[in-house]
């Protein structure tokens, strides 16, 4: 099996079965989605929706955050993961949108990853999800699945990320992180990867191997 057809047979079966993917995290402007994904690192994005609509009610702009303090925002997010780290990230966040972005949540991935606690992937999501911008961000379920599959082989996020860009369009690589996302998260999961109930079998590598 060629590459192209393994592309192609993956994105026709996603296609088919969400033709319109988007983030399961839920948000209503740029700044709580970015908000929202810093917080979901090592977290999930339904206990980041429970705690969510408080958080986004009490800092309803980055001008309010940033007038707060860490210790204001820390109740508010003590559920999730690394709370101690992540309070302080978000508030930082804050007054650099301030003061050096006008309050307003950059476009550019170099802007972005200036921000405290966003890295390149946070970025990426950013980019495709907000600003509809080509964009491919690599988590955990992004990496483990293309390395399956054999959509992309890489050691690091960033060889995935570059590998999927060879091979998708600009017009579905945002589409095709969702796909590859939420097929990690209910199909291919990490310890237990649901094999014969997964409609892209037949083009995966790890799964023809196995044969």
Not at 27 to 41: K, T
Not at 75 to 84: A, E, G
Not at 183 to 199: E, I, M
């Amino acid at each position: 099996m060629t590459i192209k057809e393994r592309y192609d047979g993956c994105l026709d079966y996603w296609r088919s079965q969400m033709p319109s993917p988007t983030t399961e995290l839920h948000y209503d402007n740029p700044f709580q989605l970015l908000m929202a994904v810093m917080l979901s690192a090592q977290c999930t994005d339904k206990r980041i929706n429970q705690i969510s609509p408080a958080l986004f009610e009490a800092f309803p702009t980055p001008q309010v955050m940033a007038q707060s303090s860490v210790e204001e925002i820390f109740p508010y997010i003590k559920s999730v993961s690394y709370p101690n780290s992540k309070a302080q990230h978000l508030y930082d966040m804050a007054c650099m949108l301030v003061d050096k972005f006008h309050g307003q949540v950059p476009a550019t991935m170099q802007e972005l990853t200036q921000l405290p606690g966003v890295g390149r992937k946070t970025a990426n999501v950013m980019l495709g999800t907000v600003f509809n911008q080509p964009a491919i961000p690599v988590d955990t379920h992004v990496f483990r699945v293309s390395n399956r599959i054999g959509l992309a082989i890489g050691k690091t996020p960033l060889e995935v990320e570059t590998g999927l860009k060879k091979h998708l369009s600009p017009a579905d690589q945002i589409k095709a992180h969702h796909w590859i996302l939420l097929h990690g998260r209910y199909v291919c999961k990490a310890s237990k990867p649901d094999c014969l109930n997964c409609g892209v079998s037949r083009f995966c590598k790890t799964f023809n191997q196995k044969k």
